[in-house]
């Protein structure tokens, strides 16, 4: 039973992580008059940039070819690293709060390697404002996961998502003053409004999009899949970090499939979110970014000192 | 076997290893070829035998204290003692020590002709043999004997490339930072030996309830300022990005991987071992050190275009990384908490020996750019990766070590130096809970910077296209240097997955101070699977990370590239340009890379522009001929620290220098006064 849950954990980001995106889309369509192409068209794309050819700029090195393995593989690693459904699996090798957020970083790193690697002009200003803004959103990242990880004595984060802290209303408001500065730095790590647009490539305005803009063929898929994935990570963080409800807490064929059910359930309200906040907002300048991402960490620093 | 490896006479011969080495170097000067070799053979064998050495001490236990032979001073004794933390230090530095040498072989084969060798081997050895000293000495005179013979070799070794008057100037810098350091630390010992009676360490120790609460503290601050300047911490680091640019790169990499560590290494025997019990300030104090040191040593790291600079100034981060492990020890040593502070202990020693490796690896990884290019401006590379494969591999596992991607060592160091400052926050209270809070925000934007800041150095020397005709006369450095380089890279990678077992060794250095003896049991378990703290707060296991990394990386390449996608056609062709021709200068290059962290950061950074056009037509101003712009980053130590104490110290001076007329009637009656006043003073 176990290593079927565990198979499950395992599949499960990188096959609903599409998903989520075709909801994000769709709603967002829906907002705009349109009527939007379906949720399932994330899959077509990958699907058929996988079967496409590719061409490579004579100016990359093996960095720019090894990089979409690296960073997808990464994000598979990660997705299979934190509480999804379940909160009764111990993970006390990989499940480390720290190590999700550095491991993540491997991740940016190659990416930002990768769009500086071809020497176009777009790729590196993309590296360039992608690693200002991964260095600022670190900070509040760390803290706001330190908030949840003080409360229940523990940086291990199936640990947090088992515990009931809500059994201790004491706890509430910090928790939601962490979640504040965590969902400022969620929508930073992934590219996201008001940090970035995913579907522009106006060169002014884009960060994500420039750094993958020479990939194309099955390198731009996996590019575009680690994206979704790590979307998808930072969204049951999010939920399941902070609001650890309904996870199944026990092995069982009925418990794990309403735990599934809920998650996706929160996964989706998640997305809603997302998607109400870019169709109601514009993108900031983006010297007006720090100032959010400070926030972000002030937010959470207070949360910190408002513990016990 | 044991007892003879750690037995004073084989100690006594690993010293003279050095010390034949240089002499034979001096002697062999006349031919480059044998001075080289020879000294640095000398150099390897004296490593060797200090890693055995070292390693049969700390896993034996056996401390070792002893005299060598009397001296006709009273006060000076060639005293020394070498316990579990010596040992520990002797490690990092025989390790580092060996792959400096190895890499030397090859490395300096560029001075052949320019340069005496011979005179280099001896100052080369000469400056690890006064590490040695200066990490064994047990008595505070021959201690200063040995420092000043690590700080006058090194000094010689900055100026080594002496054509360059730049470097002659950071030499210079460097001695008088040295020696005002070196005059707090004598004034430290002295007061101690005024109320002790003792230069030796062992009597300061035993006695040291003698010394008042106020001497005791003026001590800490001369100890703190003394050892502080070598070990580069911020307000009095700015001898170090001048002077480890100048001196050769495996030097660089010895003085920046060990030498700034003696002076981390005197702080923790001071204020951990010979002076306790301590007030509570001075881990505050030191821990507010840290988080400065290790903010600002980024962000001056993230402005930097010379590779050896950049270098220089993470090792001002990393120091600021090693002192909030120490300062949060001191703090919970003096707490009463000495579990925690064993943790915190731990995480500081653990990062000394990590930032030793991954440094080292990365000034290796310059030295052999530098040597390539001859210059250390990053802006002239580019695209080296296709000239210099195995290099830029290793470049790349010292820029993942020091930004402590896992599985690479630096995580471990810094996870374990983060859960310690998480300890803090989670059981102290009130005002020294806000200081921790700070302490892991400095380390969290520390993490983020130090990665924006390498993939910038890695991306703008190794990666897109050249940007100087230099860069395709490249090639590989030759097999010595590979050498040294793939070693250290791979120690830092297995660091990394045996993180586990060298934290329990450390645990064990730890708990032979006195302070830390009484702690009931293990705070880390630290069996196979992997690092875990007590009462089971975090847990990480680098084995299992990277097995599942690798499994998933398999996985995504047999599915992509075997089932997905058999038959898949790939073309070569331009990076996309927009109709245009792309020239280098369209790349982005390393100061435009950061120039949006500095523009976040100018309130603290003070960036400046210069912006100078010259018109085709200076009345009509319409068509500009050229224009240039200048972008710097304001030196605030020089201009507010350092240039007012300067102008005191003129000032002062100038007014005294009235007392010096040159007048021989008046100094006839200097000469009267002050007898005068001895006169009546003895009455």
Known sequence: MTIIIWAIQIILTPLASPLCVGVINKIKARLQNRKGASIFQPYRDLWKLLHKDEIISRDASWIFRVAPFIVFSITLAIGASVPLFTSFLTNTLTGDMLLIVYALAIGTFFLALGGLDTGSAFGGFGSSREMTLSALAEGGFIFSLLTVALINGTTNIFAIANADIFLHGQYLFPILLAFGGFVVVLLAETSRFPYDNPATHLELTMIHEAMILEYSGKKLALMEWAAFNKLFIFLALGVNLFFPIGLAHTAGVITISTGIIIFMIKIILGALFIALLESSMAKFRFFRLPDLLLISFILNAIAIGLIR | ?683
């Not at chain 2, 000239?387 to 591999?393: E, G, I, L």
């Not at chain 2, 062709?573 to 200068?585: H, I, M, N, Y």
């Open chain 2, 1 to 683: 076997m044991l007892e003879i490896i750690t037995s004073p006479i084989s100690f006594l011969i690993l010293l003279s290893l050095f010390f034949v080495g240089a002499v034979v170097s001096l002697l062999l000067r006349k031919n480059d070829r044998t001075a080289n070799i020879w000294s640095n053979f000398f150099a390897v064998i004296g490593s060797l035998g200090g890693l055995l050495f070292s390693v049969a001490i700390i896993i034996s236990g056996n401390t070792l204290a002893f005299t060598a032979g009397r001296s006709s001073l009273p006060l000076l004794s060639f005293s020394f003692d070498i316990d579990l933390l010596s040992a520990f230090f002797i490690f990092i530095i025989s390790l580092i020590a060996l792959f400096c040498s190895i890499y030397a072989i090859g490395y300096v084969r560029h001075y052949y002709q320019k340069y005496n060798i011979g005179t280099l081997g001896f100052f080369y050895n000469f400056f690890i043999l006064g590490i040695f000293l200066v990490l064994t000495a047990s008595n505070g005179i021959f201690f200063l004997i040995g420092w000043e013979i690590m700080s006058v070799a090194s000094f010689f070794m900055v100026i080594y490339d002496r054509d360059d008057q730049e470097n002659v100037k950071a030499g210079f810098l460097y001695l008088v930072m040295t020696y005002i350091g070196t005059a707090f630390i004598v004034v430290a010992f002295l007061l101690l030996y005024k109320f002790t009676g003792s230069f030796d360490f062992a009597t300061i120790k035993s006695s040291v309830i003698l010394l008042p609460a106020g001497v005791k503290n003026i001590v800490f601050l001369a100890g703190l300022i003394g050892f502080g300047v070598k070990a580069g911490i911020i307000p009095l680091h700015i001898w170090l990005p001048a002077a480890h640019p100048a001196a050769p790169s495996h030097v660089s990499a010895l003085m920046s991987g060990v030498m700034i560590k003696t002076g981390i290494f005197m702080m923790i025997r001071l204020f951990l071992d010979i002076l306790q019990p301590i007030p509570i300030w001075w881990g505050i104090v030191v821990l507010i050190v840290g988080i400065f040191s290790c903010l600002l040593g980024v962000l001056y790291a993230l402005t930097e275009h010379d590779i050896k600079r950049l270098l220089a100034y993470h090792s001002i981060e990393n120091i600021g990384i090693i002192l909030l492990g120490f300062g949060s020890a001191l703090i919970f040593s003096s707490l009463d908490m000495p579990s925690l502070a064993l943790l915190s202990l731990v995480a500081a020693l653990f990062h000394t020996l990590n930032h030793a490796i991954f440094k080292s690896l990365l000034f290796f990884g310059a030295g052999s750019v530098i040597n390539q290019m001859h210059t250390r401006n990053m802006e002239e590379y580019g695209g080296l990766i296709k000239y210099m494969p195995q290099t830029a591999f290793f470049f790349l596992i010292g820029s993942m070590a020091i930004t402590a991607l896992p599985p690479f060592n630096g995580f471990f160091s810094e996870w374990l130096t983060f859960q310690s400052l998480f300890q803090g926050i989670a059981m102290l209270d009130s005002s020294i809970r806000g200081l921790f809070i700070l302490a892991v925000g400095a380390l969290a934007f520390t993490g983020g910077l130090a990665l924006a800041c390498f993939v910038k150095a890695f991306g703008s020397i190794f990666l897109a296209r050249p940007r100087s005709a230099e860069v395709v006369h490249a090639k590989e450095s030759p097999r010595s240097m590979l050498i040294g380089m793939g070693a250290l890279a791979l120690l830092s990678f297995l660091f990394g997955i045996f993180s586990s077992q060298t934290t329990s060794l450390l645990e064990k250095i730890g708990r032979s101070f006195d302070v830390l003896q009484k702690i009931p049991k293990t705070i880390l378990v630290s069996n196979n699977q992997g690092l875990m703290i007590k009462n089971s707060f975090a847990s990480v296991s680098s084995l299992a990370f990277l097995l599942s990394l690798i499994g998933a990386l398999i996985v995504v390449v047999i599915i992509i590239n075997l089932i997905i996608n058999r038959r898949q056609k790939i073309k070569i062709g331009a990076t996309w340009d927009c109709g245009t021709d792309l020239s280098p200068r369209m790349e982005i290059t390393s100061t435009g890379f950061a120039r949006s962290i500095v523009v976040i950061f100018k309130g603290i950074l003070k960036p400046s522009i210069q912006d100078t056009i010259d018109y085709s037509d200076s009345e009509s101003r319409y068509l500009p001929r050229t224009r240039t712009v200048l972008l710097g980053v304001g030196d605030v130590y020089k201009s507010y620290f350092y240039q007012p104490i300067s102008t005191m110290i003129t000032g002062l001076s100038l007014r005294v220098k009235n007392i010096q007329s040159g007048n021989t009637n008046i100094y006839v009656l200097y000469i009267l006064v002050a007898l005068l006043v001895s006169l009546f003073s003895i009455l």
